[in-house]
T-cell receptor, first 117, second 112 residues
Framework: EPEVTQTPSHQVTQMGQEVILRCVPI?????FYWYRQILGQKVEFLVS????????KSEIFDDQFSVERPDGSNFTLKIRSTKLEDSAMYFC???????????????FGEGSWLTVV | DAKTTQPTSMDCAEGRAANLPCNHS???????VYWYRQIHSQGPQYIIH???NNETNEMASLIITEDRKSSTLILPHATLRDTAVYYC?????????????FGKGTRLSVIA
């Protein structure tokens, strides 16, 4: 069964460093998302991406964050200068769109755990 | 903010049916009800979704009331591996990439 894959599974970084989290969405999907979950808290929406541009973003997704689809398969989240409060699990997700049998159902990866020290 | 209300936690005996309720009294006519679960900080896992008819798949059944203001997710024979946080989410149907908005969900504990 197709799945969303994320790398790395866990990354430790020093405060102020840049981090790139990588995702390979399900291959025929058109819409891509990043969510995060701080330990013990809710899953929070960060950004959605379609047709090579951001469709929607939350208040969390400030200028420190950026997303990119550098090629036909990868989708990345970059945090420019990490802060302690960026420590969280980051989930990538994708959905196919109404033309697919799965419709707009969103499927999630297993997450990348980011620890900022 | 999430547009649904769910109990904070529930227990279920292994092998019995788990019935998880959800209130969504402000649901719009073009919104689906989606259910996801999250097992111990893994990625949210899609379970089922529906608009107004009851739905069943290999994982669960979804019962939606006629007025669509509430629904129940049924796991017919709960196992220990079904212990997870279950999220009920309403989302506009076929709207492209409208994101899911997660609430706190229901923590289901399946007990041996």
């Amino acid at each position: 069964e197709p799945e969303v894959t994320q790398t790395p599974s866990h990354q430790v970084t020093q405060m102020g460093q840049e981090v790139i989290l990588r995702c390979v969405p399900i291959s025929n999907h058109l819409y891509f998302y990043w969510y995060r979950q701080i330990l013990g808290q809710k899953v929070e929406f960060l950004v959605s991406f379609y047709n090579n541009e951001i469709s929607e973003k939350s208040e969390i997704f400030d200028d420190q964050f950026s997303v990119e689809r550098p090629d036909g398969s990868n989708f990345t989240l970059k945090i420019r200068s990490t802060k302690l409060e960026d420590s969280a699990m980051y989930f990538c997700a994708s959905s196919g769109g109404p033309a697919l049998s799965s419709g707009n159902t969103i499927y999630f990866g297993e997450g990348s755990w980011l620890t900022v020290v | 903010d999430a547009k649904t209300t769910q109990p904070t936690s529930m227990d279920c005996a292994e092998g019995r049916a788990a019935n998880l309720p959800c209130n969504h009294s402000t649901i719009s006519g073009n919104e689906y009800v989606y259910w996801y679960r999250q097992i111990h900080s893994q990625g949210p896992q899609y379970i089922i979704h529906g608009l107004k008819n009851n739905e069943t798949n290999e994982m669960a059944s979804l019962i939606i009331t006629e007025d669509r203001k509430s629904s129940t997710l049924i796991l017919p024979h709960a196992t220990l591996r079904d212990t997870a946080v279950y999220y009920c989410i309403v989302r506009v149907a076929y709207s492209g990439n409208t994101p899911l908005v997660f609430g706190k969900g229901t923590r289901l504990s399946v007990i041996a």
